[in-house]
């Protein structure tokens, strides 16, 4: 959760770039280590290696979407999933709004500003804790 350098690391799951190239640059100017995951399976992977101590995970990625990771973190590396922090640009989609409705995770709509994003950062922080 933390590297040898005392930063905490975060997970970027995102398909678009811009999106993702935003939340490197808040997170990092913020203190984070950053890895980035261009999909659910990506971020999979990355997650049976390493501990991150939160997620920014958007719900509609290809090949494993973020409701998928979501379920995989419960199953496989359970409590882990409440540090998803979820980002949709489809808050109408009636599948997206009952997921979230019935998950207790933080969610960001997008498009979201840094300062948007600094704000739900530090209050999954404080959540934990931190």
Same mark, same amino acid.
Request: charged residues 30%; aromatic residues 8%; proline residues 4%.
């Given at each position: 959760?933390?590297?040898?350098?005392?930063?905490?690391?975060i997970l970027?799951?995102?398909?678009?770039?811009?999106?993702? %190239?935003?939340?490197? =640059?808040?997170? !990092?100017?913020e203190?984070?280590?950053? *890895?980035?995951?261009?999909?659910?399976?990506? /971020?999979?992977?990355?997650?049976?290696?390493?501990?991150?101590?939160?997620?920014?995970?958007?719900?509609?990625?290809?090949?494993?979407?973020?409701?998928?990771?979501?379920?995989?973190?419960?199953? %496989?590396?359970?409590? =882990?999933?409440? !540090?998803?922090?979820?980002?949709?640009? *489809?808050?109408?989609?009636?599948?997206?709004? /009952?997921?979230?409705?019935?998950?207790?995770?933080?969610?960001?709509?997008?498009?979201?500003?840094?300062?948007?994003?600094?704000?739900?950062?530090?209050?999954?922080?404080?959540?934990?804790?931190?």
């Open positions: 959760m933390e590297n040898k350098n005392g930063k905490k690391r970027v799951i995102e398909d678009e770039p811009i999106i993702s %190239l935003i939340a490197v =640059r808040v997170l !990092r100017a203190g984070f280590d950053v *890895d980035i995951a261009d999909n659910g399976k990506v /971020a999979k992977s990355m997650s049976d290696k390493i501990l991150h101590y939160l997620y920014l995970c958007d719900i509609r990625t290809p090949t494993m979407n973020g409701m998928e990771f979501y379920d995989y973190l419960s199953r %496989l590396h359970p409590g =882990r999933e409440s !540090r998803i922090i979820f980002t949709t640009g *489809d808050t109408l989609n009636h599948e997206i709004k /009952a997921f979230l409705n019935d998950k207790d995770n933080l969610f960001l709509a997008k498009p979201f500003t840094p300062e948007e994003l600094r704000v739900v950062i530090k209050k999954a922080l404080k959540i934990r804790g931190n």
